[in-house]
């Protein structure tokens, strides 16, 4: 790594295809179930636009899509929208690889900004692996070990 | 190659303390070479390339190239996994505490969601 740059690998090992890994980290109804009840908006195509949208509509990231060859590489441009400081570092770059190993693939997910220190980082660092322990709990068996803010009440 | 982080790999990798110091010190600085790793370490190069090898297929290190440099960064997935095992039972009520008390304090039905 660079002197100039922040970068955080998550990685994590799911059970499933790399079609159904896509198409979760993809579908705005399914993303709700593990990521807290937000979800992104994008047409997943290379140039469309992309956003994180809170359960109550608000946007929290936007940018677009870099790079999207289904099902084995997605690359976000992603800058934060809501808190001044954190908006204020510009873009990031998230990176999503799929990889099948044996009977799972192998899900890598490279955050990067070309800052040091940088507090847009830290902050997703604390968010990604309650992110991915969900989505792997949610593909493998259906459930998620955390559940979302906002639970149905029914 | 290891195709799950199981907890047993992962618990015998964090067992022993030159590999949390290597931990450490990727959670201070990420993305290191081997040898900026070595640096101020009391062991051999071969010591903690056979260290990180352990931390590696416990899933407790990522390794990505760039040209000919091996980075290694440390992956907080699988310690988030071990740390959900026993607290999320206690963590999820608790979210469901602060989601009763917004919605009662902004006056919402349950059915809106």
Not at chain 2, 70 to 75: E, G, P, Q, R, T
């Amino acid at each position: 790594m660079t002197n100039s740059e922040s970068r955080f690998v998550y990685v994590t090992y799911i059970r499933t295809t790399p079609e159904k890994l896509w198409e979760a980290l993809t579908t705005p109804e399914f993303m709700k179930r593990y990521w807290f009840g937000m979800h992104c908006e994008s047409q997943w195509t290379a140039g469309s636009s992309w956003k994180l949208v809170s359960g109550d509509g608000q946007i929290f990231d936007a940018g677009g899509i870099v790079e999207a060859e289904p099902p084995r590489r997605l690359v976000i441009r992603w800058q934060h929208q809501n808190k001044p400081e954190l908006m204020a570092e510009g873009e990031s770059q998230c990176t999503m690889e799929l990889e099948p190993v044996g009977e799972a693939v192998k899900l890598s997910i490279t955050h990067t900004i070309e800052r040091r220190p940088s507090k847009l980082i830290e902050a997703v660092s604390g968010g990604w692996p309650k992110i991915l322990s969900n989505l792997k709990s949610l593909l493998e068996t259906g459930a998620t070990v955390l559940q979302a803010p906002n639970p149905r009440q029914h | 190659m290891i195709i799950d982080m199981d907890d047993d790999s992962v618990f015998r990798a964090l067992a022993d303390p030159s590999r949390r110091q290597l931990l450490d010190r990727l959670h201070a600085s990420n993305g290191q070479t081997l040898g900026e790793l070595c640096q101020n370490m009391e062991m051999s190069r071969q010591a903690v390339a056979k260290h990180l090898a352990i931390l590696e297929d416990a899933s407790l290190v990522a390794t990505q190239w760039r040209g000919r440099e091996k980075l290694h960064f440390i992956n907080p997935v699988p310690i988030n996994a071990i740390a959900e095992r026993w607290i999320s039972k206690f963590e999820a009520p608790r979210l469901n505490a602060l989601s009763n008390l917004k919605r009662t304090l902004e006056g919402e039905s349950n059915d809106q969601q």
